[in-house]
């Protein structure tokens, strides 16, 4: 089941432009397969080429909601799935002293109690939602199981309430500056996109829009010195 809200490649490329994002025809081409498809896109490149703006950009032009998981070394399933609130457990707890441990138990284990992290929250929502998994590179190992275990099915079993299956799947960009390699299952289970940095016509466009009270010649000339320096 794809995402839907893009109807051609064309499609992708004026949609993002509206909102401020300047796609080339491969940008636009690897969104509208991993839309369509409804599998989750993988974006490599070096920092500042635009990877978590294209998330942003895709969510706006599809008036979908942006849920964020930003990774980073030691993050864990609690910080990225979700966990529950002890302290407000601890203060039922004592408030109901009188009540046998199953009574509370079943109480405590409940949804009033339930803090959901982005990948739960990503596929609880409703409605049309983009779920950026941000510099998945920086994030441990481990933390790669979990990603393929939620973006296989599209589900996370909590013990104590059950399944819970995404009524509707978000569409997922996972981004990497490529500081280690993910693993090849990971990889396997996307649609990979590199992002360099642009040409110059591009990127002379994209100062114009973000720029544009600048002189068409210096314009141009920073974006050579750019170049050159790079």
Not at 63 to 91: M, S, T
Not at 125 to 144: G, R, S
Not at 195 to 201: L, T, V
Request: net charge negative; hydrophobic share 45%; charged share 25%.
């Amino acid at each position: 089941m794809g995402f839907g809200p893009f109807t051609s490649v064309d499609d992708v490329k004026a949609r993002l432009a509206d909102v401020g994002y300047l796609a080339s025809d491969a940008v636009a081409t690897t969104v509208y397969l991993a839309a369509t498809l409804g599998k989750p896109l993988l974006v490599e490149g070096p920092a500042g080429v635009g990877k978590t703006e294209l998330s942003r950009a895709v969510a706006e032009a599809s008036e979908a909601e942006l849920v964020r998981l930003q990774c980073y070394e030691g993050v864990d399933e609690a910080r990225a799935l979700y966990e529950w609130n002890h302290a407000k457990q601890l203060l039922r707890i004592t408030a109901g002293r009188d009540e046998s441990w199953d009574e509370a138990r079943t109480d405590i284990f409940s949804e009033e109690f339930l803090l959901p992290r982005p990948l739960l929250t990503a596929i609880r929502n409703e409605h049309p939602t983009v779920l950026l998994i941000d510099e998945t590179d920086k994030a441990d190992v481990e933390i790669e199981g979990l990603l393929l275990e939620v973006l296989g099915d599209f589900q996370v079993t909590v013990p104590e309430l059950g399944t819970i299956v995404a009524k509707q799947r978000p569409f997922v960009v996972l981004t990497s500056n490529a500081t280690r390699e993910l693993s090849e299952a990971l990889r396997r289970r996307c649609l990979f996109l590199h992002i360099g940095f642009p040409e110059a016509e591009l990127e002379e466009r994209i100062v114009r829009l973000k720029v544009p009270e600048l002189d068409a010649t210096l314009t141009g000339s920073v974006v050579r010195v750019v170049n050159a320096l790079r």
